[in-house]
């Protein structure tokens, strides 16, 4: 699956995800560090791809369409180390399809999951 990693998301998860096969790009690995969320949101788009993120702003549906997605995943929990991190998305990952989510957005919990 594609995955373009927000820079609010701990870099810990761009090699777990790609040792289990996810095809990852780290905005924090793009030359232009810093992109815009618009031009985040874009690249995913272009890119038929899952963003995963803890901005708060790409919850806005009106702004960022889940639709236009392959699913946008954030995490809600706040102070997870980056372990815990890892734990939620992988858990995540691997007990939904991304059918399931598609076009959706995800919120993590530490210890929940809502899709809509």
Same mark, same amino acid.
């Given at each position: 699956m594609k995955i373009i990693l927000d820079e609010s998301v701990? %870099?810990?998860?761009?090699? +777990?995800? #790609?040792?289990?096969?996810?095809?990852?790009?780290?905005?924090a690995e793009v030359p232009t560090s810093?992109?815009?969320d618009e031009s985040i949101f874009n690249i995913v788009i272009e890119n038929r791809a899952v963003?995963?993120?803890?901005? %708060?702003?790409?919850?806005? +549906?009106? #702004?960022?369409?889940?639709?236009?997605?392959?699913?946008i995943i954030y995490i809600r929990s706040g102070n997870l180390t980056?372990?815990?991190?890892?734990?939620?998305?992988?858990?995540?990952?691997?007990?939904?399809?991304?059918?399931? %989510?598609?076009?959706?957005?995800?919120t993590l919990y530490k210890d929940s999951v809502k899709i809509r």
């Open positions: 701990s %870099y810990s998860l761009v090699p +777990a995800l #790609r040792e289990v096969g996810h095809n990852v790009t780290a905005i810093g992109i815009i963003l995963i993120t803890r901005d %708060y702003h790409f919850t806005n +549906a009106v #702004r960022f369409p889940p639709d236009k997605t392959s699913g980056a372990n815990e991190e890892v734990e939620i998305v992988q858990r995540f990952l691997s007990n939904h399809p991304n059918e399931e %989510y598609s076009g959706k957005l995800v």
